[in-house]
C-alpha cells in the first residue's frame, strides 16, 4: 500500500483494541463502558492457522466464537462422509452462540480458511460473572437474546418463502415470529 493511503486508513490504538472491537459488535452495541470493560475480561483470545478445525459436530458446546480477523467455514457431513458447505463468516461475525446456555452438542463443524482471531465466550464463565455482576451478565444475555430472535425470525420469514416458492402451503407447527 502507498504509504500517503497507510498513513490515512490506519486504525487507531483505540480501534485496535478488545473493547472497540466488541463495543461494536451488534451483541453488545447497548453495553456500558463498564460493561464492555467486565466482558472483556470475560473472553478469551485464539489464534488459529489456516485450515484448522475449531469445533466439529457431535463435540461438547461450551460458548461461542466471534471472529475478530480471519475467516470461518461452517459445514457438515452427510452420511455419506461428504462436507457440505453452510456458511462462511468474517470480522464481526458469531457462531456457536446456541451452546452459549445450553450444554448441548454441537450442530455443525467449524474451520478457519485463513490464519484467524477469535473471541471466545464460554458458558462457565458467564455463569461466574452473573453471580458477581448480575446485571451486566443480564445485558450480555439480552444481547445476545436480541440478536438470535432476529435471526430466527428472518429464517422463519425465509422459509415461508421457500415454501411458497415451491407450492407448499401448510408451515411447520414449530415456527413462531
Known sequence: MDPIWSNIFRKTPE??????????????????AKEISLLE?????????????????GDPGSGMYMIRSGSIQIFSRTP???????ARLGPGDFFGETTLTAPVQRS???????ATELVG?????????AEE?????S?????????????LQAASIEIRRLQRMLGEDAAPETIET
Open 15 to 32: 480501534q485496535d483494541s478488545l473493547a472497540y472491537f466488541l463495543s461494536n459488535l451488534p451483541l453488545f452495541s447497548e453495553l456500558s
Open 41 to 57: 475480561n470475560l473472553v478469551h483470545l485464539r489464534n488459529y492457522r489456516a485450515h484448522e478445525i475449531i469445533f466439529e459436530d
Open 80 to 86: 455419506q462422509g461428504e462436507e457440505e458447505d453452510l
Open 108 to 114: 455443525a463443524s467449524a474451520r478457519t480458511l485463513e
Open 121 to 129: 465466550l464460554f458458558r462457565s464463565d458467564l455463569q461466574e460473572a
Open 133 to 137: 455482576n448480575p446485571r451486566a451478565a
Open 139 to 151: 445485558h450480555i444475555l439480552f444481547g445476545l437474546t436480541r440478536v438470535v430472535s432476529e435471526r
